[in-house]
């Protein structure tokens, strides 16, 4: 079933009025034309209007590159911080003020190469944090290089010859190291991200959503993808099944395809409430 | 109440009563001898009233998480030791031109890399002030006694929320695990600086509003949203490519300090009016120093002893004048020649300036300091 | 669905947002839309079902579809 048709036949969240989450002024955003990072941002709107959270009560950190640019576009409390730290920092927030909604924008460098310790522990301490990877195989920002996720054999400017070196998934990751919430979606499926986001948004603990977007002016060009609709179309459509297609599927159909939606969840303490209620609680003898 | 007043105390468990006095309450650190001792005291400490301790999982982790507790309104601190100060200095970077309040602490031990773990030093002075990239404002305390650790934390605090911006605290590995007796101060007794509060409507808020020196820092979550980068940026926040903005934004983090170097100086004079030798020395070298010159004096030698708290920005106008009315000027250090420099610099060719340095891990004695002294009286 | 439905579509184009990566024309199922030099128009706007994936996938904030 096309979007479009799913389009037709949920209850629209379309015509959306973006300004109300936005800082206006701010826009046009830096992204190349056809990036997804647009695509990925106007689903997140989506999913806070339908979260139904306060503007003054969210806060958003991001780390450094082309993904981590989307705190200064949104009119919430933003943080746009070192390379690879922003989980560190929104864990010092998170904990700090708790009755925040944190979400943590991060791009696939950012969060699995220089973040990739701060990701695992987050993890791990399973402390509310929402935190979106934005996945588009590339550095985009110091002009294409390879990142922990370019498939094997593609071309980046520090790959002429072919990356050598086998991709992460981060959603194996964020669920071996102990994230509750765990899921995928992409651009190109944008109502569904919308929902999964929604998901992510409301589970209490560390909620990962994997998200493949496209680079057309790096990763694209050098790979002889022909434009963003042809990178969304092989990458993000027929690159990926639904958890609920997968089902149905032979094992051979599934060869070399990501999984999207929600692929792991799990009720685990959080850390906030468990520093509230064991540490907390203990030193002050309640 | 007054029974418990009288502690005797290890210089990093003094560092945590002067963090609790200042009103820290968030801590977030990662274990290092020879500061460990703090992260220790204050996980027990804060939970009880009411604050924040968490370990991450490495030293770059810790400044970020304390900066994020600080952006959220929390007195933060992080401490460690040199090869995590040498971790720490992205984020320290991070706070300078963000503005964001916070205090660490680094006791200071052998180096380079892994160094000497165990064995005092003083080779993170440059480091405090030169470690991270970039121009950038920086105030580093130098207490030399346990009694000294907690009121300059206390200090330490007041100025990174008075001029907000990071503060250093440095001390060697000898006061950090010596015990003293000290006294904990009653509250009211020493000043206790709280950030100042945002009282503007929100729209007419700017977190880097020019109008103002030290413009104020709203907490995140107080309906207060704004934009905080590490890049460069305009008075709202928001990076900013334009090169007259790029420069007003570094010169003001830097005048905001600049321009208070005169409360921000604070020194320790031991018989200097009248002396002819005088020794400039820091942390457990200045102890030495202070035995140096009374036994100078005893033998009938003017030597006096000036002792800076306040490292960075460096004593400037105290070692100017110094220099001109003395013969010279002893600087003992744990290090191969750092301060002496900065001495040199301002003595400007007005009197003899000498180091004296050790790295072998052991301390200066006085009778190291005291020779040197004989030497320059002559 | 009759007559009725004649009332044409409002598609709201931003050409200052709009950076012409052409995502919404190779998406629209009706081909309602095509890029003018450097930016989206609307070519034939009685082909538009409203289904508004142009605005979903369009990373720019840059066209919608006002009923």
Redesign the interface.
Known sequence: M???TV??KQK?S???D?DKY?RPK????I?????????VL?ALLRAIEASGLN???I?M?SGIGCSSRT??YV????????HG?A???????????P??KVIVITGDGDALAIGG??F??TCRRNIDLTVLVYTNAIYGMTGGQYSPTTPLGDIATTSRYGNIEPPFDACKMAEAAGASFVARGT??H??ELEKTILEAIKHKGTSVVDIIDAC?TYYGRMNKYK???HM?EVIEKDGTVSVKQADKLPPEKLEGKLLRGVLYKTDRPEYCEQ?ATQ??G???GK | MAEHKKKLLQGNEACVEGAIYAGCKFYAGYPITPSTEIAEGLSVRLPKIGGKFIQMEDEIASIAAAIGGSLAGLKSLTATSGPGFSLKQEGLGYACIAEIPLVIINVMRGGPSTGYPTGPSQADIMQAKWGTHGDHPAIALTPAYVQEILTETVRAFNLSEKYRTPVIVLYDEIIGHMREPITIPEPGELEVIDREKVTCPPDEYFPYDERFEVPPLAPFGTGYRYHVTGLNHKKDGFPTNDSKQINENNLRIMRKIENHKAEIWKNEEVSLKDADVAVFSIGSTARSANFAVKAAREAGIKAGLLRPLTIWPFPDAAVKELAKRVKAIIVPELNLGQMVLEVERCAGGACKVEGIHRVDGEPITPAQILEIIKKHAK | MGEAALKLPNIRINEKLCKGCSICVDFCPTNVLEIKGTVVAVKDLAACTRCQLCDLRCPDFAISVID
Do not use: Q
């Not at chain 1, 701010?26 to 955003?29: D, I, Q, T």
């Not at chain 1, 190349?32 to 647009?38: A, E």
């Open positions: 096309s979007e479009g389009a037709k629209l379309v015509p959306f973006y936005l701010k826009l046009p955003h992204w190349c034309p056809g990036c997804g990072h647009g695509i106007k503007k003054d009560d806060c950190v705190p200064g009119d919430f409390n933003t943080m746009h911080s070192l730290r989980f560190a920092f929104a864990t010092g927030i998170k904990f700090a003020k009755n925040m310790n701060h695992i522990h651009a190109y944008t109502l057309p434009s963003a609709t969304m520093y540490v907390m203990k030193a002050t």
